[in-house]
């Protein structure tokens, strides 16, 4: 589940939600009870790929090819 940074513009308040991505944004503050939450758009990190990778043949079964000789 990811985590979402939401800022009060009301009182400041700063805080973090796990939510599902397909979750309603939050948007009464916890701290006042006002309707003014923003999510935060911190700095999204990239993906990365680890181990030897993907090859051509992976996804192929073992019956033939598609390519000609």
Do not use: W
């Not at 940074?5 to 805080?15: A, I, L, P, Q």
């Amino acid at each position: 589940m990811p985590t979402y940074s939401y800022r009060c513009d009301n009182c400041g308040h700063h805080f973090d939600a796990h939510q599902s991505m397909t979750a309603a944004a939050l948007v009464t503050c916890p701290e006042c009870g006002k309707d003014s939450l923003q999510k935060v758009m911190a700095g999204i990190s990239a993906i990365v790929f680890k181990g030897s990778g993907f090859y051509h043949n992976d996804s192929r079964s073992s019956g033939g090819s598609s390519t000609q000789k």
